[in-house]
């Protein structure tokens, strides 16, 4: 089950295009490219290129994760001109990278404490890449410090990351989780990023030499 905070959106898309909001200027917001987030009080707005909000949509949805920031798509907008676009362009799995904005609403979070970023940068981020043993052991370690409902969307999150690894990488450190103000709730807010490998078939090269 999502969140349950209801987000008001009316008129919203609308503000944006008009350049209402002040963008948040600060350290952790800079250092990402393809995110920008502006103050609208107590909810922010998150200007994505990156589809990596969609595919974690995807997983709430099939795999019932509950430590979930309220959050809602207010709609997409083209790459440049101030143009809405019909939201049906969204497609997941075909290694399209999006060429357009998607414009979210998401109640403000705030940062973990330094502790709480480095376990989930040192110990979570390499998860996928633990053998079965190891991320059991890391999962219990997960539901002792922060419970069983984390631990258990994370075991989640993961599943669907291997079902999905042609399309997104795991990308849970801790940048990548914040809290709720009022109760410090710690929230998941962004667990995948698109992955990247290029699919180049070198075998189209014309020098290529079949080996035998
Ligand atoms: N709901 C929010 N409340 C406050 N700050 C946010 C929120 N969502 C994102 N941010 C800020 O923007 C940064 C990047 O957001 P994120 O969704 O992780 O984008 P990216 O996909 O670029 O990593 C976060 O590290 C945080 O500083
Ligand atoms: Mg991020």
Redesign the pocket.
Known sequence: MASPITIPTEGLLERFLANDFEQ?F?E??M?????N?YDHGD??I?E?F?L??EYYRDAIKHKHIQST?A?TLLGVLDGFKNEVLNPDIIQLRTHEEPDYRLIYI??????LSEADEQFFTNRVHGLNWLDEAKRHLTLEWIEEKYGLVLAQDIRQLCRYFRENQDYIEW?LHG??L?RRPQTQELVI??PY?LNQTDDYDYRLEDDYQHPS
């Open positions: 948040i600060c952790k917001c250092n990402t490219f393809l995110t987030v909810y922010v998150l994505k990156s990596g909000l920031p959050f998401m109640e403000k979070l705030t940062h990308d940048d990548n914040m807010l962004d990023t």
